[in-house]
């Protein structure tokens, strides 16, 4: 064996020993994931019209990231309680969730009717969209806003009155206390 093929072997073993075993991945990727049934508030219009948390245990992964999407898909069920009607049209889709560095959630919603132009009042607009503010920050620390978009993109509003130019705050004075 020559000089140049002993380096090469040398080589090669040395690379060989640096490896290390990967953890294979299980089969059940609720366990991977850690999800567990997680409590979340998820707002909707109370009688008083105005915003009311309702309790409800989800199962959710433990990163926040995965979780957020997880919580407005929840939220877009409507309320536990028949008698409170939905705030969304029920074509209604989170095509995305996710939250950026600076505290700011970005909620991209979408669905035929939203497209299409919601044929909604100011009250139930105002609504919709401080149910999804409230919903995220209230079970997200890291949120501080909420920027809502529309299939993908900005748009002006959901239903031609609330504009969607900025992320919104929670505002305290449209949940009841």
């Not at 020559?2 to 040395?14: F, N, S």
């Not at 640096?18 to 508030?41: D, F, G, H, Q």
């Not at 219009?45 to 999407?69: D, F, T």
């Not at 997880?70 to 309320?79: H, I, N, P, Q, W």
């Amino acid at each position: 064996m020559g000089r140049r093929t002993a380096v090469i072997l040398v080589i090669a073993l040395a690379l060989a020993s640096c490896r290390t075993e990967e953890k294979p991945i299980t089969s059940n990727l609720s366990v991977e994931n850690k999800v567990a049934m997680r409590p979340v508030a998820l707002f909707y219009e109370s009688p008083a019209q105005l915003l009311v948390a309702e309790q409800r245990n989800v199962a959710l992964p433990e990163n926040p990231a995965a979780a957020l999407p997880l919580v407005m898909r929840e939220l877009l069920k409507g309320s536990a309680n028949a008698g409170v009607p939905p705030l969304f049209p029920p074509d209604t889709t989170v095509r995305g969730a996710y939250l950026l560095p600076d505290g700011t959630a970005v909620v991209d919603l979408g669905g035929q009717t939203l497209t299409d132009g919601w044929p909604t009042g100011t009250h139930q607009e105002l609504m919709a969209i401080h149910s999804v503010v409230q919903t995220v920050v209230s079970n997200f620390p890291d949120a501080k806003r909420v920027r809502v978009l529309l299939n993908g993109g900005t748009a002006e509003t959901l239903g031609g009155h609330i504009s969607l130019g900025r992320p919104f705050t929670p505002n305290a004075a449209l949940v009841q206390r």
